[in-house]
């Protein structure tokens, strides 16, 4: 086990490696962040920021000598920068899962191969392919790169075949997946912490909305079935012990109108429909990510109180500073801002958390909230 006073590292400063640091931190650990942009927002609260390239040898070796383990916040991460640090130090998750769920074709393989379901799709690697899978899937269908796709960025919708063959050669023909796009009735997430000996805690499901592919609130506990929550409980952890996974886990999941329950796909780090649990679990997710990483067992997943948590986007910015005190007039809403500099549209510069008796009150508080904050001033 990694106690309090070591040193962790963390690969990538965005909001992420934020929170991170700050439960580390607050846990009395030391942190240090690689990650090239000076002004990231982990780095502002690290120990140490080396404000290096993921692939600079000097900063990894720095990496490897002074941290006693290591972690991610992003799944883009070189796959020699997390084989390099393993061979040094322990890196949780591991780089075997950091590479499957980095990549849409190996990610939805291994998923089908645990026996779960995921929508129809095929693995594009030439415009060939398109053919066969065009035939094969009912339209509509997505097209999504493999690699490097978040919050629905790297994505053509697709009826016919010609769109298919001129989205992939605007993708420059990059590995794609063609994908069915299914009738959605709603969105939802599995988190958990999967410790070194395999001991699991899993968050109750999150319900997802998202507004042009990105993610606007979560609320908790999701409106589902209570078989259908443990469900996807069971299939999150399903796939995390096929990984022999350590760490933090994020699962998305899609259930369809006709009731399936889809895997979308999975994060191997926290996720944004997991802020949430800063304030209303008895474990935040980042406190998770510094104990599985220091080898101590999760923490509990207890939920304190129904809440919903609002994304906050740079678009809010458009005439000035939000009306803060709109927010603050609530003394059961949270704020969390990433302290990023620059907020362009659709950037997320932070987010809150509404805690009340119910979900209705949450809702309606975070709904309030929305509106004053946006009002034109
Ligand atoms: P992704 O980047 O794959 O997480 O997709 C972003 C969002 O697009 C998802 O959260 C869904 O709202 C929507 N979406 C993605 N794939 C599908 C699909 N196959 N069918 C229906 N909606 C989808």
Redesign the pocket.
Known sequence: MIFPDATLGVLGGGQLGRMFCIAARSMGYRVWVLDPDPNSPAGNMADHHLKADYLDHAALEAMAEHCAAITTEFENVPAETLEFLESRIPVRPGSRAVAIARD?ILEKSFIREQGLAT?P?FAIEKSDDLHTACAGLNMP??L?TAQL???????FPVNTIEDALRGFQQLQEIPCVL??????AQ?FSVILARGIHGDVAVYPPGE?V?VN???DTTCVPANIETKTAEQAEAMAITLAEAMQYCGVLAV?F?LTRCGDL?I??MAPRPHNSGHYTIDAALTSQFEQQVRTLCGLPPGSTELLSPVVMVNILGDLWKDGAPHWQQLFRHPRVKLHLYGKHHARPGRKMGHYSCLAEDLSQANGVAEKIRAALSRTR
């Open positions: 849409r929508a799709f269908a997505l999504k796709g978040y919050d629905g960025k790297g994505q994908e069915e796009r299914v009738e959605l969105e997802n998202h592919g990105i993610l998305e899609f889809l979308n796909e």
